[in-house]
């Protein structure tokens, strides 16, 4: 029997009676709450492990590096704290920091280390949160969503365009996340509350896309590396120090853009 129903405000009598229900309750027992401590520290570990393993073997470039390993692991520990504090109501923002950090190190290494860093976000943070499986769906979907198309960075609209196809992605699988897991039913998706939490996250994931497209300059420093969008600023004619050339050597200003060209 419900004590409130959908839709319906929660007075102070519903109030003191949920109140009493969950005094009612039972404590938990220590041995659950001990195993279930040590099957999150047992995931954990096992994450480490394998993330390690891979590393080790495959982007030993990146782990015989201590800057560059210093700079991973940060943005890592980063993440979860950012997105622990941003999870708390009426945020809700923990998409933030996920989705742009999987689009950082996409763009710093490449898409299976980004892989390997979304699926860890995904579960830490889902454990430290909600602790709900379709949490973490949501969260591995949006990220995929946003690593697969930055293989190339023309223009920083390109970045802004991969955090609004996640948006749409998060609409999409929380759509999909409330029909099968929660059973609702279209005429439920008109409701208030359920859409200012989808058009929330798909908020969250542009706005991910607009901070990791103004922080370009910011990671390519970080992360030692150069983004076709520098370069192709380099290799603008307006540049101050281009004309400056032209106009005092104009040969070998000539020169350097035909061997550029056939470079």
Request: charge should be neutral; glycine fraction near 6%; aromatic fraction near 6%.
């Amino acid at each position: 029997q419900w004590i409130v129903k959908r839709g319906q405000t929660v007075d102070i009598i519903s109030l003191n009676q949920i109140w009493e229900q969950y005094e009612a309750l039972p404590a938990p027992p220590t041995t659950l709450q001990l195993a279930r401590a040590t099957g999150v520290l047992a995931l954990l570990l096992l994450l480490a492990i394998l993330n390690g393993a891979y590393l080790v073997r495959y982007r030993p470039r990146l782990v015989g590096h201590a800057g560059r390993l210093v700079s991973y692991l940060a943005s890592l520990v980063i993440a979860v704290l950012l997105a622990r504090l941003l999870s708390l109501d009426p945020w809700r923002a923990e998409m933030i920091p996920v989705l742009a950090t999987v689009m950082v190190i996409t763009i710093a290494w490449d898409h299976v280390v980004a892989i390997l860093t979304a699926v860890t976000l995904s579960l830490i943070i889902s454990l430290s949160t909600v602790g709900q499986l379709d949490h973490v769906i949501v969260l591995l979907s949006v990220s995929a969503s946003a690593i697969l198309p930055l293989s190339e960075i023309s223009s920083r609209s390109t970045v802004i365009k991969v955090g609004f196809r996640a948006g749409l992605v998060f609409v999409a699988v929380r759509l999909g996340m409330a029909v099968v897991s929660d059973g609702v039913v279209l005429s439920d998706l008109s409701e208030t509350t359920w859409l200012w939490h989808t058009l929330r996250g798909f908020l969250w994931c542009l706005v991910a896309g607009y901070l990791v497209a103004g922080s370009l300059p910011f990671i390519e420093s970080v992360f030692g590396l150069v983004t076709d969008i520098s370069l192709l600023e380099l290799g603008d004619a307006s540049h101050p120090l281009l004309q400056e050339m032209v106009q005092r050597a104009p040969g070998t200003y000539n020169h350097s853009i035909v061997v550029g060209t056939i470079g």
